[in-house]
């Protein structure tokens, strides 16, 4: 079964740090772009960064650009998602998910595969 499976989510202060993992069980998504998007409560899931499958293409949702970074290493897990300076707004489920291309994806029916979410809440 093709999985994925985020970790790292947790209670930080407002300007505190944090980091997202997001591990892949089934098969490799090495060759495919995979993206970070966040669910507050009572809203729509939103966009928040994508990635290539090498790693050389990446874009963010306006409201990150310049405090989140997101980076694989696909010897290990496929994306991680490295969060700076979290604002309150922050507040929300974040999910991992695979394209099926090698190219970045900025909108959810781009994507194919999704990790679960509830165990990467990130409040601040």
């Known amino acids: 079964q093709v999985q994925l499976v985020e970790s790292g989510g947790g209670l930080v202060q407002a300007g505190g740090s944090l980091r997202l993992s997001c591990a892949a069980s089934g098969r490799t998504f090495s060759s495919y772009g995979m993206g970070w998007f966040r669910q507050a409560p009572g809203k729509e899931r939103a966009f928040v960064a994508t990635i290539s499958s090498s790693g050389g293409s990446t874009y963010y949702a306006e409201s990150v650009k310049g405090r989140f970074t997101i980076f694989r290493d696909n010897a290990k897990n496929p994306v991680y998602l490295q969060m700076k300076r979290l604002l309150p707004a922050g507040t929300a489920v974040y999910y991992c998910?695979?394209?099926?291309?090698?190219?970045?994806?900025?909108?959810?029916?781009?994507?194919?595969?999704w990790g679960p979410g509830p165990q990467d809440t990130v409040s601040s």
């Open positions: 998910a695979a394209t099926r291309y090698a190219t970045i994806a900025i909108v959810t029916t781009g994507y194919t595969t």
